[in-house]
């Protein structure tokens, strides 16, 4: 069986935080979120992943 080179299922969970925040000028408000609850969840099981690679 062959695999394909571009095959990324066994890279295992990557880090999403801190996502980029950008304003553009003229806005009512200023965005600050730099992660919503899945991608932190997800950060934090990358990391913990890795903890034991090293």
């Known amino acids: 069986m062959s695999h394909p080179t571009n095959c ?3 890279e295992g969970p990557s880090g999403q ?4 925040v950008t304003n ?3 806005l009512n408000a200023v965005a600050y ?4 609850q899945p991608q932190f969840k997800q950060s934090l ?5 890795t ?4």
């Open 51 to 54: 903890l034991g690679a090293n």
């Open 45 to 49: 099981l990358a990391k913990l992943s």
């Open 8 to 10: 990324t299922c066994c």
């Open 24 to 26: 553009r000028p003229g």
């Open 33 to 36: 979120r730099v992660g919503t």
């Open 17 to 20: 935080t801190p996502a980029l």
